[in-house]
């Protein structure tokens, strides 16, 4: 298990750990789905070491005596009040998703797409760009705003395969899909059927958060296919080689425009009838090839981490 630093943010506790001239910062998250930790895995992998957590939702909290360089990366913002983030923290916007959904951590009702777009918000956005972002309706909304944004897909992407020439297990993963559908798979294959969830409870500490993400990709990694639901289980599964099935129940669209063309999708009542593109027993390799957007997101992280001793 990963060891992990004490977060920095409202209501924690401060470190004095932000002591190196430039520091580097992960973000970490209070949420009921660990598709976000496994965004900040992602994140770690371009980092030479985390001197620090940051809520995702408090990086306005951010008060440490020295900077700290930060990817910022995955969907923003239950809190969105609390932007822009401390001047303590230097930010890298990529695969930066602004979302337009009040759900209902997000105490104040404010919607992120139109509170960062306005004011001292997007000031720091403008400041920042370009924006690379993970969807193509945020390019289109930062355009708007007049702030230089680009399509850089999402940095899950680019996981290395956390057990480099392990073999594939005879197994068959159904990640937050519903009975009827974990039925049929199990109907299709005679693999073994791993049932796995990303629901977390939103008061689990962050080294439980890792783990927990840690572990889900050490299976994914190894399975056979993966059938899922959520979208961070799904890109992972293109990264690693892994045969994946995205059950497409996404009701804020928007989301995964420019995404879900990389993947093999298919509704639940597809499936349930049939009429999914997929061979059970002998899964074909993913059809979409990530590699140009992979190795143009680790170029970009990897750059700006190399550039650790300038102040940006």
């Known amino acids: 298990m990963t060891t992990l630093p004490r977060i920095v943010g409202q209501h924690l506790i401060p470190m004095q750990i932000f002591s190196q001239p430039m520091n580097f910062a992960l973000l970490t998250y209070r949420t009921r789905n660990i598709g976000d930790d496994i965004q900040s895995v992602a994140a770690r992998q371009y980092l030479p ?42 930010p890298l916007f990529v695969s930066f998703h602004l979302s337009d959904e009040v759900l209902p951590l997000n105490v104040r009702g404010l919607s992120a797409a139109r509170h960062l777009l306005q004011g001292e918000p997007l000031a720091y956005l403008r400041a920042h760009a370009p924006i690379g972002c993970r969807d193509e309706v945020t390019v289109a909304r930062l355009h708007a705003a007049g702030v230089p944004a680009y ?48 629901a977390i409870d939103h ?5 439980v958060r890792f783990a927990r993400a840690e572990a889900a990709l050490a299976t994914y990694a190894r ?64 059809a979409a090839d990530i590699s140009g957007m992979a190795a143009d997101l680790r170029q970009r992280c990897q750059a700006f981490v190399a550039s650790q001793d300038r102040d940006p």
Not at 81 to 88: M, S, T, V
């Open 151 to 198: 399509f850089s897909g999402c940095l899950t992407l680019t996981l290395q395969d956390p057990c480099p020439g392990a073999p594939r297990e005879d197994i068959v993963c159904c990640v937050d899909v519903s009975p009827a559908v974990r039925q049929h798979v199990a109907a299709q294959t005679d693999a073994r059927l791993v049932t796995l969830s990303h």
């Open 49 to 90: 070491r985390v001197d620090g957590l940051v809520d995702r939702e408090h990086l306005n909290g951010f008060a440490a005596a020295a900077p700290a360089k930060i990817i910022l990366n995955g969907w923003f913002a239950h809190r969105p009040e609390n932007w822009p983030p401390a001047p303590g923290l230097r």
């Open 203 to 207: 008061e689990a500490p962050a080294a």
């Open 223 to 286: 399975a056979q296919l993966v059938v899922t639901s959520r979208l961070h289980c799904a890109l992972p599964c293109l990264a690693f080689g892994t045969p994946v099935l995205f059950v497409d129940a996404v009701k804020d669209r928007y989301r995964i425009s420019g995404l879900l063309n990389l993947l093999n999708h298919a509704t639940e009542a597809d499936v349930l009838r049939g009429a999914a593109d997929i061979d059970w027993r002998t899964p074909a390799a993913n």
